[in-house]
C-alpha cells in the first residue's frame, strides 16, 4: 500500500516561494504518475499539476509559470516549487498517487 507523507507548507508573503515534498513509501516510486492537488476553503480539490513516470508534466492553467513540479526516483519524493505566490493559493496540498492520497500540508498567502 501507497503511504504519502507531505511536508513544506507554511505561511508566507505575496510574492514569496515555497517548496512541497511528498515522501512516498510502499510502492515502486516511478511506476505511477503523481499529482499535486490543492483544497480552499469552500471549494472543491483541484489539480494543480502532474508529473507522468516519464517525466512529462501538467499545469493548471492559474499556476502555469509559477509552480514546477517534480520528482526525484532515487529519494522517492516528488516535489512542487511555488513561486510568485498570490493570496488566491492559499489551501491545503495534497500529494497523490495510485489512487492514494497524502495528508496535506496547509500553505497560507497572506500579507
Known amino acids: 500500500q501507497v503511504q504519502l507523507v507531505e511536508s513544506g507548507g507554511g505561511s508566507v508573503q505575496p510574492g514569496g516561494s515555497l517548496r512541497l515534498s511528498c515522501a512516498a513509501s510502499?510502492?515502486?516510486?516511478?511506476?505511477?504518475?503523481m499529482g499535486w492537488y490543492r483544497q480552499a476553503p469552500g471549494k472543491q480539490r483541484e489539480l494543480v499539476a502532474r508529473?507522468?513516470?516519464?517525466?512529462?508534466?501538467n499545469y493548471a492553467l492559474s499556476v502555469k509559470g509559477r509552480f514546477t513540479i517534480s520528482r526525484d526516483n532515487v529519494k522517492n519524493t516528488m516535489y512542487l516549487q511555488m513561486n510568485s505566490l498570490k493570496p488566491e493559493d492559499t489551501a491545503v496540498y495534497y500529494c497523490?498517487?495510485?489512487?492514494?492520497w497524502g495528508q496535506g500540508t496547509q500553505v497560507t498567502v497572506s500579507s
Open positions: 510502499g510502492s515502486i516510486f516511478g511506476i505511477n504518475a
Open positions: 508529473i507522468t513516470s516519464g517525466g512529462t508534466t
Open positions: 497523490y498517487e495510485g489512487g492514494e
